[in-house]
């Protein structure tokens, strides 16, 4: 399991720069289920989520997407910490979300070709690639006046489709452990937060490909929650 990402103390806009936003940080262990519950209930009731992914007035919308990025990273880590027990080679020996969705790992120069692993070692190694993508200055630049790179945009659409997978293996093969733990309700707000950012940011229109496909094993449910914002 990788570390949470921090991000320094925000100003007005997104996030004061002059902290190093994007730096590993240890998490505690062995409490992954109560500060998921503190979250849930921080954010259950809170109000229209599709208000709460839009981008702020005169805000930056590559600082926007940084930050939510690093926040969707720390809510899927913690929630797939709060489960790890019950993912495992044995139990989860392919990465997969229904038997019509598998995903094979392809990270370069590592997996250069895509690559069938046991579902948490995918998820450790996409928790890792993440992780080091949000810890580097070069794509998450922290001091004032360091542009985000031409291609930030296309990055950060590579990570929101990479993480989107861990949500499909957790709806289609944990959801019980997952109401077993009281973390439903944490699951499907914090998803349904992702999908409405994807949408409003066009994250998923990918060059010839349909958003049903982006979305793959969990369309009805994305299409269910995108009906009850409008």
Known sequence: MSNN????????????RNQTAFQPQKRAK??????LKQFAEATLGSGSLKKVVKLPEGEDRDEWLAV???????????????ITEFCSPHS?????????????????????KPTRLPAPTYISHLLTWTSNHLANPNVFPTHPGVPFPAN??????????????????IYCHHYGVIRGLGLEAHLNTGFKHYVLF??????????GAKK????????????SMLR???
């Open 30 to 35: 062995g409490t992954n289920s109560w500060q």
């Open 5 to 16: 990402i921090a991000r320094g103390p925000g100003n007005n806009n997104a996030r004061n």
């Open 68 to 82: 939510n990025v690093v926040d969707f990273y720390n809510q899927i880590n913690l929630l797939y910490g709060a």
């Open 228 to 230: 009850s914002e409008e």
């Open 152 to 169: 930030f945009q296309t990055i950060v659409r590579t990570i929101f489709k990479r993480l989107y997978r861990i949500y499909a293996h």
């Open 198 to 207: 994807v949408e409003e940011f066009g994250l998923a229109d990918e060059k």
């Open 92 to 112: 989860c020996p392919e990465m997969k979300a229904t038997d019509e969705f598998e995903y094979l790992w392809h990270d370069p120069p590592t997996f250069p």
């Open 212 to 223: 049903g496909e982006w979305f793959g094993p969990l369309g009805e449910l994305v299409d």
